[in-house]
């Protein structure tokens, strides 16, 4: 079995156009959630999400492009490029040909469904672009990244809703630990923050309309976000032999199926990922330094989550420090895992562990350390990511400091 | 009109709970009646569409909310309500 090392990290979320950006506004507490701008957002009853600041679509893409690129394809391009730059590999000959692309994504082209719907249906309109169906296909984002930088090995798009970037960089680790890719660049996107997303998720009556307050007694629902985040995974050696800043190390990866509701979370499916990405990497509980939360801010995810912390690390659960970034950058849906990945390299590699911030009132059923409102400075040398579907499918990532 | 809305809101429910009508009582509430957390946010679906209202319910915090889901009585006078302060 090979080792896997991170080489390279791009994104772009409410909290920032990249990651040196969303790092900062982690390590300040920043909140990135504030009211929705798009069309009709006066008919949705919910008006807030973690929308992208400062984005501006002409600036980054030509016309061309737009044509063919969905937003959440815009910011998978953005976050890779980063990440790739920031690899320096550049995917010629064999490294090409052993490279892929797995991206996690839940309502992929969205925006391109919602306009597309609203001309035929509420302005009938009887003639759609051509491009609708390559823009909104959910693998979209995975060919223009697989096209933009050669890409040729094993690649698709994993869709899990909640988990599907978790389940993606599951894919990836696995395939570079087998030795079936050198590098795969992995991660997620999600652009639900139109009107056809937020009024779909409005009906299940589970969305917050002030602010996402995880794990606090006050919590009252989930906030949207949306953006993407990428990382290229590579071969340990491979990254050794070229000199590359390995920015942590994936040693663990996990998941089951509740096989119980399909939106009611399940302590034992979550405990048993937690455990089973545990037993992959090779680690006992009191390894763990810090663990990035689910942490949707429903009463239902948050009670689950601790309760399945505290039954996979035992005693070591009142030690563990466990944050919720949502409370900054929103829910990403398909992307929020890879996001999310990022407070866990801050912890290893800069040794700051991202706050929950708006956290208000003490849970008795989330009696963890839960790194309330202040980041902290620690020393952490593995770290854990949990990822816990609609559906009942959990993900969990283990990563260790580079060494 | 007021016997109207209760027996539709109870056509409602009963749906939701797989019975007759005329075996849902006043006193249950929606565990006696086994409907779950989905079909809670169902029935409230059905009651807005059938009476053209808005019913104010977070399923984060069922018991924090103005609409009382204590039994099938208080459903309907919280039903009530809601049409009397939306209609005017």
Request: aromatic residues 6%; hydrophobic residues 40%.
């Amino acid at each position: 079995m090979k080792r896997v090392v991170i080489t390279g990290a791009g994104t772009v979320n409410a909290l920032g156009l990249d990651v040196p950006s969303t790092l900062e506004a982690m390590r300040e507490g920043r909140c990135g959630i504030s009211e929705l701008k798009f069309r009709d957002v006066d008919r949705l009853s919910i008006k807030i999400g973690g929308q992208i600041h400062g984005w501006t679509t002409e600036n980054r893409f030509n016309r061309q492009q737009i044509a063919l690129y969905d937003r959440f394809t815009q910011f998978a391009l953005t976050a890779a490029k980063e990440a790739i730059e920031q690899s320096g590999l550049e995917f010629i000959g064999d490294l090409a040909a052993k490279s892929g692309v797995i991206f996690g994504t839940s309502g992929g082209g969205l925006n391109t469904q919602d306009d597309n719907y609203r001309m035929v249906y509420e302005e009938g309109k009887n003639r759609v672009h051509p491009f609708v169906v390559p823009k909104l296909m959910n693998n979209a984002s995975c060919s223009h990244v697989s096209m933009e930088y050669n890409l040729k090995g094993p690649s698709f798009t994993v869709a899990t809703a909640c988990a599907s970037s978790n389940h993606a960089m599951g894919q990836a680790f696995n395939m570079v630990r087998c030795g079936m890719a050198t590098a795969m660049v992995t991660g997620g996107s999600e652009s639900m923050l139109c009107f056809g997303g937020v009024k779909a998720w409005e009906g299940l009556r589970v969305m917050s309309k002030d602010a996402c307050r995880p794990f606090s007694l006050n919590r009252n629902g989930m906030v949207q976000g949306e953006g993407a985040a990428v990382f290229v995974f590579e071969e340990y050696e491979h990254a050794k032999a070229r000199g590359a800043e390995i920015l942590c190390e994936v040693i663990g990866f996990s998941m089951t199926s509740d096989a119980s509701d399909i939106v009611m979370p399940s302590k034992q499916g979550a405990a048993r990922a937690i455990a089973g990405a545990m037993a992959d990497a090779q680690i006992t509980p009191e390894d763990i330094g810090y663990i990035n939360a689910h942490g949707t801010g429903t009463a239902a995810n948050d009670k689950t989550e601790c309760a399945a912390v505290a039954d996979a690390l035992g005693h070591h659960a009142d030690t563990v420090m466990m944050s919720s970034t949502k409370s900054m950058h929103g829910h990403l849906i398909g992307g929020t895992g890879a996001v999310e990945l990022l407070a866990c390299i801050m912890a290893l590699k800069d040794g700051v562990i991202a706050p929950t911030i708006n956290y208000e009132e003490p849970d008795p059923e989330c009696a963890l350390d839960v790194v309330p409102n202040e980041a902290r400075d620690a020393d952490v040398d593995v770290a854990l990511s949990n990822a816990f579907a609609f559906g009942g499918l959990n993900a969990v990532i283990a990563l260790r400091k580079a060494s | 009109m007021s016997d109207e809305i209760k027996t539709k809101i109870i056509a409602i429910i009963a749906e939701q709970a797989v019975l007759e009508p005329s075996d849902v009582r006043d006193d249950q509430d929606l565990d006696d009646l086994g409907i779950d957390s989905l079909g809670l946010v169902e029935c409230i679906f059905a009651i807005e569409e059938t009476f053209d209202i808005s019913v104010p319910f977070n399923a984060n915090e069922p018991d924090q909310s103005d609409f009382d889901i204590s039994s099938v009585s208080a459903i309907v006078k919280a039903v009530q309500g809601l049409i009397a302060e939306q209609s005017s």
